[in-house]
Structure formats: C-alpha cells, structure tokens
C-alpha cells in the first residue's frame, strides 16, 4: 500500500555555488586578471591531489621506480603550489571565502528544510494492524529477539505503552543527509515475535515522520510512537541532526508532524519516556 506524503520540492542543488560565484565575480568586478591567483591556485590544488593519489596507488602495486616519478612530480607541484599561494596570497583568500560561502549557504538551506518530510511516497511491502498501532522507535543493534525484549521492557517502564500485545519497532538505517526527496520503502519483518519496520533515509526524524502520517492515512487509525530520551548536549545533538541526520530525534520528529498536519487530534501521538 503507498501513497504521495508530499509533492517534490524544486531542486535547489545548484544554488549554492551559484550565488557564491556571483558575489564573488561581483567583489572583483568581473576581472579575469584579479581571480587568476584563485584559477591557479585552484588547478595546482587539484594536480597535487591528482600526483598524490596516483604516487599511493603506484606504490601499493609495488610499482616503485613509477611511484618515486610520481612522488618527485608532487614534490614539484606542491612546491608550484606555496610559491603560487605565497606569491598571489589573494588566491587563497578567494578560495577560502568561497568554501565558507558554500557551507554558509548550505547550512542556512538544511535548517530552512528541517521540517520537510523528505520523501515523495512512502511504500508498505505488507501492512496488518488490529485498529491500534503502537510504534517504538529502535536504533537497531544485534537485532535478535533479547534487543527487542529489553527495549520493549524499557518503554512499557517508563513510557504509557497500551495493552498486553508487543508493539511494533521502526528502525530507520540512515543513509547521505544531503538526499531531500525520494521513494521509501518499509519493509516488514519478524525476528522471534516481534514484529519490526525497517526502511533506509537520509534523516530519522523526517522518515519517522513520514511513515507516521502515512500509517495514519492508509489505515485510518492514529499511529503512536514511543521513544527514548537522548543522552548528551541538545545543541552537540542539533548538528548531528544537521551533519549526519542524527540527533534528538523525539522532539525534531514531533515539530515535523506539527509542521505538516494543521490539526491537532489529527497528529500521530508521539510520546518520550526517562
């Protein structure tokens, strides 16, 4: 059973790196000769790179008169690489402004989506539920029955976890943080007896989202979902949310599904214990 949880959202890759070019095309006054010691800077970065890897894998073949060539041509194009930094420092300058450029406009654009679900469809290989649908969120370790024992132990202990049956686990595998819109597919699976979704996304808190509204709107029952707190800094667990998809994902998973249901009694439950 699937379903479109929300419409594409217009690619933005390109941006970045066009705005930064124009600003600085626009601080130089479109002048080839002042950004040519960024140009070369730039090239001479990119063959020592280039020497460089080839030298490592030359020498890993035991290839070693091609790697000691290989080393000697780096030598050379690092030395052009100083001497060109050193000589025409503006270079460096430009370059440095417009990786900060990047990663400014970059991370302005990934706080700017946060709340987005991140996913066009969410497909359900099977989907089986008895008019209640209890969800706990696991971050997948041995995963044999004696891990979902212990953390369904854990939150029938400290979270208002209903009834005698054993919930049902989400694991979300996350995958390239940058990936914003895409098909997810859940897939049901039954270690011991219990009853386990898993599905791989960019960010856990989006796809948890996601599935939970889709669950709401291919059953017609009002999904909740139990989590943990997590331990540590919020502000060391805000950039890992914002690097690695990672993070606290309970209240992040909480102001997504406020952010794209309106109504309040409509909204997956969405329930954290000690």
């Given at each position: 059973?699937?379903?479109?949880?929300?419409?594409?959202?217009?690619?933005?890759?390109?941006?970045?790196?066009?705005?930064?070019?124009?600003?600085?095309?626009?601080?130089?006054?479109?002048?080839?000769?002042?950004?040519?010691?960024?140009?070369?800077?730039?090239?001479?970065?990119?063959?020592?790179?280039?020497?460089?890897?080839?030298?490592?894998?030359?020498?890993?073949?035991?290839?070693?008169?091609?790697?000691?060539?290989?080393?000697?041509?780096?030598?050379v194009l690092l030395y052009a690489l100083v001497y060109n930094i050193v000589d025409k420092p503006d270079g460096i300058t430009i370059s440095g402004f417009f990786i900060a450029g990047i990663i400014l406009v970059s991370l302005i654009s990934r706080i700017a989506r946060t709340t987005e679900l991140r996913a066009d469809r969410i497909v359900f290989d099977?989907?089986?539920?008895?008019?209640?649908?209890?969800?706990?969120?696991?971050?997948?370790?041995?995963?044999?029955?004696?891990?979902?024992?212990?953390?369904?132990?854990?939150?029938?202990?400290?979270?208002?976890?209903?009834?005698?049956?054993?919930?049902?686990?989400?694991?979300?595998?996350?995958?390239?943080?940058?990936?914003?819109?895409?098909?997810?597919?859940?897939?049901?699976?039954?270690?011991?007896?219990?009853?386990?979704?898993?599905?791989?996304?960019?960010?856990?808190?989006?796809?948890?989202?996601?599935?939970?509204?889709?669950?709401?709107?291919?059953?017609?029952?009002?999904?909740?979902?139990?989590?943990?707190?997590?331990?540590?800094?919020?502000?060391?667990?805000?950039?890992?949310?914002?690097?690695?998809?990672?993070?606290?994902?309970?209240?992040?998973?909480?102001?997504?599904?406020?952010?794209?249901?309106?109504?309040?009694?409509?909204?997956?439950?969405?329930?954290?214990?000690?």
């Amino acid at each position: 059973m699937d379903r479109h949880s929300q419409h594409r959202p217009p690619d933005r890759s390109g941006t970045s790196p066009t705005v930064v070019c124009v600003l600085i095309t626009i601080a130089f006054d479109a002048d080839v000769d002042a950004q040519a010691g960024a140009y070369a800077t730039g090239i001479l970065a990119m063959m020592v790179s280039g020497a460089f890897a080839v030298t490592v894998s030359t020498a890993r073949r035991g290839h070693r008169p091609a790697a000691i060539g290989f080393a000697l041509l780096t030598l050379v194009l690092l030395y052009a690489l100083v001497y060109n930094i050193v000589d025409k420092p503006d270079g460096i300058t430009i370059s440095g402004f417009f990786i900060a450029g990047i990663i400014l406009v970059s991370l302005i654009s990934r706080i700017a989506r946060t709340t987005e679900l991140r996913a066009d469809r969410i497909v359900f290989d099977t989907l089986a539920h008895d008019q209640s649908i209890n969800i706990v969120v696991d971050r997948r370790q041995t995963g044999d029955s004696a891990e979902y024992r212990a953390k369904e132990l854990e939150q029938r202990g400290s979270s208002p976890v209903p009834g005698p049956a054993h919930a049902l686990f989400l694991e979300i595998d996350v995958g390239g943080p940058s990936d914003f819109s895409d098909t997810r597919t859940v897939h049901g699976v039954e270690v011991g007896d219990y009853r386990v979704l898993r599905a791989e996304a960019p960010a856990a808190p989006n796809a948890i989202a996601a599935i939970l509204l889709t669950l709401r709107d291919a059953t017609g029952v009002r999904p909740h979902c139990y989590f943990a707190w997590a331990e540590g800094s919020p502000l060391r667990h805000m950039f890992r949310y914002f690097l690695l998809g990672r993070g606290d994902t309970a209240p992040v998973t909480r102001e997504i599904i406020r952010s794209n249901e309106p109504d309040p009694d409509r909204r997956p439950g969405i329930h954290v214990g000690s």
